[in-house]
């Protein structure tokens, strides 16, 4: 099932999530429907808060098949590297994109589906994903990342194609 991405400034996405504590099948469900959304979108990652759901869950697949979905739940960064900067948007913020700095690699600490802990090294655009998707569980937009004059030129485009009926 397609769910409704929350889009800024809906509060929701300001809301730190909670740590998901059943690894059950409503769990799994979540996550079918997440990457379901996610494809349809099409986006390389979603956070369960951007469907209105307040868990330490996302979801990546940065294959062009997009036959590689990758499930992170209760994920923590142990380990970031270097810094590079590079375009980002969201599906939260849709036809908005900007230069965010972050980590060139991380090492990222997180559970699967089935409960197991798993430790996963990512470079590129795996590594900026996970950095991206992980903010989102913390309450941040990568526009938090921005000059003030960058983040305020981008909520000003949004008021405006708000008012347009294009966002």
Not at 53 to 81: C, G, Q, T, Y
């Amino acid at each position: 099932m397609i769910l409704e991405i929350k889009k800024f400034p809906d509060q929701v996405l300001r809301k730190k999530a909670l740590e998901v504590e059943s690894f059950d099948n409503s769990l799994r469900e979540l996550v079918e429907n997440m990457a379901e959304t996610m494809y349809s979108a099409p986006g390389v990652g979603l956070a369960a808060p951007q469907v209105g759901v307040s868990k330490r869950l996302f979801i990546i697949d940065i294959s062009e098949k997009k036959d590689n979905l990758n499930v992170f739940i209760n994920p923590v960064i142990v380990n970031a590297e270097g810094e590079i900067l590079e375009e980002e948007g969201c599906l939260s913020l849709p036809g908005e994109y900007a230069n965010v700095i972050r980590s060139r690699e991380v090492e990222v600490l997180a559970y699967d589906l089935e409960g197991k802990q798993f430790s996963l090294k990512a470079d590129g655009l795996m590594s900026r994903a996970i950095q991206h998707e992980l903010d989102h569980l913390n309450g941040t937009l990568f526009i938090d990342k921005l000059p003030i004059f960058k983040r305020e030129a981008i909520k000003k485009s949004i008021k405006k194609r708000k008012e347009l009926g294009e966002y």
